[in-house]
């Protein structure tokens, strides 16, 4: 065997790269204080080390400041001066010292600026208007005389529903859906804007169109539970503008501003958008506009305490699917496939008579060659244009939002042109930092279907699916994808703002809602019933924290978090009282939608719903008291280890055989038996091990898991040293598999193992969706294991190399932009020699463990690495 390594930097250069605070892409309008730094070394020699580092912090007066630390450390290290107040802004750079003494030169500056941090800094009131009934989205507007040249300006606005700002004809931002979807009761995100270039000395017009959105609109399946959070909409904004010689400027929302109707006419999440052109009103947020049917604001109420600043991206068009084909239906409907199934809108150029309406309907597959609506249930997912006339028109919805793949267009004036429709693609504009190929281009698409999935569902709130009357934030479903998310994009600040929603919607017994943010669902209805403490469900609480500390090396999320994992923990202990098997009553969801599961009754899984809940309360008391232990809460991490001990004894002594056999003898039980470490016995974990295997290829190596067995079974194969048994389960096409669905067209994860059957026909349960990511948790293991790239200290700091290779595949690749920077692990079987190349960054060492007899873990440091070894397989 044979092993070299090559690092860049060979010139003896230190490049370092721009700094970057807390999780934000940009950070204007940030909402800490002492926002936390970190860089990446981009270039350093062979054996570079950092031993130190030198922040360089210049303020708004041009003064500079310089602050050396002696320090390894370069991801999330403290702010260096004083807390920042409201409107404070900084120019930060970093330059790094090696342990050599050698240093780099300094970053590019890059400017931090803090938001509105007091409630007493806000002046605006909440405004609303009569013009809101029926779903119409109203237009709020105010003129304003700014006396001189403008230095700078600020845009702080949020509103009570979604909203789309406007400065003197232009939109103030490419984000949709703003301000998203928080626990509005307790937080209402806003966002600050600099609008310096869009405002003139002289006259100018703000102006703002607010529709239901989160806020009012649907959010759940009964068509007659609306306005969950208020019945009214408002506009709330604070416009600060910093004039040539230091005056200030303040144009905030208040009874001096008018309203009028707009031409949306109704905009709903669910039901989708009506735009009637003919009532739009030219240059109505610009000086000079029509002032016909204006009327002066209504002033509502918001606290202004419960106004915080965004901690993640906003949601933006984030690509453009052009029509891939166009179809007749067997009943002629005009149909238009993308090809891939997205959330987003489709934006059209069209040309007709004013009055001309035009429709789009929605829906992620066809059925019997027509749009299949049924798995929509209630949600219209339609959109109407009505044409103003006069030439070509250019539109696409701004305030819904739809899942597809197909749509189905009528009323289009004139011969049909393809091309003037686009599928625009909406996301929460998350960088993307995880990537995989191998040699087997079923499991390529597999895994671009699970990032098309994460795509169509981390639209400011992590969902469960984009298209039907019920998208809402499944804790479960996030709880399961969390680890693979984290690796395919930087969703920190997305998921640690959702875990302050959950926090805040956490019941005082501590009962963690089945979706975060909660809605009240009507009572008796299919989803109430689970609505209580769920196992696996309500363990978000603990385990997303955790996920987030391993993978972005983040301690702060834990602490913040603290408070409400121990309320969940401590919550199920009270409910149990001194019973230690979770054993209640009430409707477990359990291995939920295991495909022997019947199509309406997808909680009645093969493994016993006591078993899987005292399994996940074992593992969350388990972890929180390694989470208690990092965070110096020693009397806790004592409790929680006690707690976890008599749960795990509690259920071996319920579900464990004297030969080691799991109850139910089903995949799910034993994996997770093998990786909660519920069998501490070796030749337990070893009989349990043997049953899975067992299990495994009694069903001809078929998946028979639901959403908490699958993100384990093939860990738990592996463990069990069955690795060409986890293959065969990876790479089985025969329905339930993972490839299932990839051979029958998906483009997305489907919810059930058979969304579509093999006939083509739509499952007939009432509940079933084609862009779902929980299943697709299986990517963590195609990463780790497959790829042969994982964690093995929070935050990367430490790699752990060990590619397994098996079922026939030949090559693969899978990347990773840590938070030290891009880690990369490269391996081919050719002529029965494994060649592997490793990339490992700056600051970052890696433990390299290859699949042969005889082989011993190599330590390697920052740079590319290349081994050679005999592979017999």
């Known amino acids: 065997m044979t092993a070299g390594q090559q690092h860049p930097g060979a010139d003896g250069a230190v490049e370092v790269s721009a700094v970057r605070f807390e999780h934000h892409r940009d950070a204007l309008g940030v909402g800490e204080r002492r926002p936390r730094l970190s860089w990446q070394v981009v270039r350093a020699p062979d054996g570079w080390v950092q031993a130190g580092y030198e922040l360089r912090v210049v303020d708004q007066a041009g003064r500079a400041t310089i602050d050396r630390v002696d320090s390894a450390e370069s991801v ?53 208007s009569p013009f809101d009934a029926e779903g119409g989205a109203p237009l709020f507007r105010r003129g304003f005389t700014l006396p001189g040249p403008v230095e700078s300006a600020r845009l702080h606005i949020t509103s009570h529903g979604v909203h789309e700002a406007e400065l003197n004809g232009v939109r103030v931002a490419d984000e949709t859906l703003a301000p998203g ?19 003139r000395a002289g006259d100018n017009v703000i102006g703002a169109t607010v529709a239901d959105g989160w806020y009012r609109g649907r959010l759940t399946p009964h068509p007659g539970r609306r306005a969950v959070y208020g019945d009214r909409l408002g506009l709330l904004a604070q416009l600060e503008v910093t004039l040539a010689g230091g005056r200030s400027v303040v144009v905030a929302t208040d009874g001096t501003w008018s309203t009028a109707p707009g031409p949306v006419r109704a905009a709903d999440l669910y039901e989708g958008e009506w735009h009637d052109a003919t009532a739009e009103r030219a240059g109505w947020s610009s000086p000079g506009g029509d002032d016909d049917g204006w009327v002066p604001c209504g002033v509502g109420v918001r606290d202004p305490a419960t106004l915080v600043a965004p901690e993640g991206p906003p949601v933006r068009a984030v690509a453009e699917l052009p029509v891939a084909e166009v179809l007749r239906s067997p009943s002629g409907a005009l149909l238009l496939d993308f090809g891939q199934n997205v959330a987003g809108r489709l934006r059209i150029r069209v040309t007709g008579p004013a009055g001309t309406r035009v429709q789009l309907r929605h829906a992620e597959v066809l059925e019997d060659g027509e749009l299949g609506v049924r798995p929509l249930n209630t949600a219209r997912a339609t959109d109407t244009y009505v044409l103003r006339g006069g030439g070509e028109e250019v539109w696409e919805p701004r305030f819904t ?17 393809p091309t003037a429709v686009t599928a625009v693609v909406h996301s929460s504009d998350l960088a993307r930092t995880g990537w995989f190929s191998c040699s087997d281009p079923l499991l390529d698409r597999l895994h671009e279907n699970v990032v098309w999935s994460m795509r169509g569902n981390f639209v400011d709130v992590p969902t469960d699916c984009p298209q039907r009357d019920e998208r809402l934030g499944w804790t479960g479903d996030v709880q399961v994808f969390a680890p693979t998310a984290a690796h395919l994009h930087d969703c920190a600040g997305l998921l640690t703002s959702w875990l302050q929603d959950l926090a805040a919607d956490q019941e005082p017994d501590g009962t963690v809602p089945v979706f975060v943010p909660y809605v009240e669902l009507e009572p008796g209805s299919f989803l109430a019933k689970y609505a209580r403490a769920q196992a696996g469900w309500g363990d978000a609480a603990v385990i997303v924290p955790w996920v987030l500390y391993q993978r972005f090396d983040d301690l702060a999320v834990l602490r913040r978090q603290y408070g409400s994992m121990c309320r969940w923990v401590d919550g199920v202990t009270v409910r149990l009282g001194d019973q230690l098997l979770w054993d209640l009553p009430e409707q477990q969801l359990g291995d939920w939608l295991d495909p022997t599961a019947p199509p309406d009754r997808p909680a009645l899984a093969a493994t016993d719903t006591v078993l899987v809940a005292t399994a996940y309360r074992a593992h969350s008391a388990r972890l929180l008291a390694r989470i208690a232990g990092l965070l110096g809460e020693r009397d806790d991490a004592a409790r929680y280890g006690d707690l976890a001990d008599r749960v795990t004894g509690a259920w071996q002594r319920e579900f464990v055989g004297a030969d080691g056999e799991v109850a139910g003898d089903t995949q799910t039980g034993h994996a997770l038996a093998l990786i909660f470490g519920l069998l501490p016995d070796p030749v337990h974990r070893e009989r349990a091990g043997e049953r899975l295997v067992g299990v495994v290829r009694e069903r001809r190596h078929r998946i028979a898991t639901g959403f908490l067995g699958t993100p384990l079974v093939l860990d738990a194969l592996t463990e069990a040293g069955a690795l060409e048994d986890a293959y ?8 339930p598999s993972w490839l299932y669905p990839v051979t029958m067209g998906a483009t997305t994860i489907w919810e059930r193992w058979d969304s579509m059957l093999p006939d083509g026909r739509i499952n007939p349960g009432t509940m079933t969706s084609f862009n779902h990511y929980a299943l697709g948790a299986v990517a963590d293991w195609v990463h780790r294991v497959l790829g042969g790239l994982a964690p093995a200290s929070p935050g990367y700091r430490h790699l752990e190399v060990h590619p397994r290779p098996g079922g026939g595949i030949t090559w693969a690749r899978t990347g990773h932009e840590t938070p030290y920077g891009l880690a990369e692990v490269a391996w081919r079987i050719d002529d029965g020699v494994l060649g592997v190349e490793v990339l490992v960054p700056v600051g970052c060492s890696a433990r390299v463990t290859l699949p042969v007899a005889g082989w011993a873990p190599v330590v390697v440091g920052p740079g590319r690495h290349g081994f050679r070894v005999d592979h017999p397989g």
Do not use: N
């Open 401 to 417: 939002l739809h899942g597809f793949r197909y749509a189905e267009v009528q009323g289009w004036p004139g011969a049909f042109d």
């Open 181 to 199: 979807w928080t626990s509005y009761g307790t937080r209402l995100r806003y966002r600050t804007h600099d609008v310096t270039s869009l405002l």
């Open 76 to 128: 999330l290290v403290p702010w260096p001066g004083a807390p920042l107040d409201s409107r404070e802004a900084r120019s930060v750079q970093v330059r790094v010292t090696g342990a050599d003494g050698g240093v780099s030169g300094w970053s590019d500056p890059v400017r931090v600026e803090t938001g509105l941090l007091d409630p007493a800094d806000w002046s605006a009131r909440l405004i609303t």
């Open 728 to 735: 065969a389960l990876l790479r089985q096409t025969e329905c």
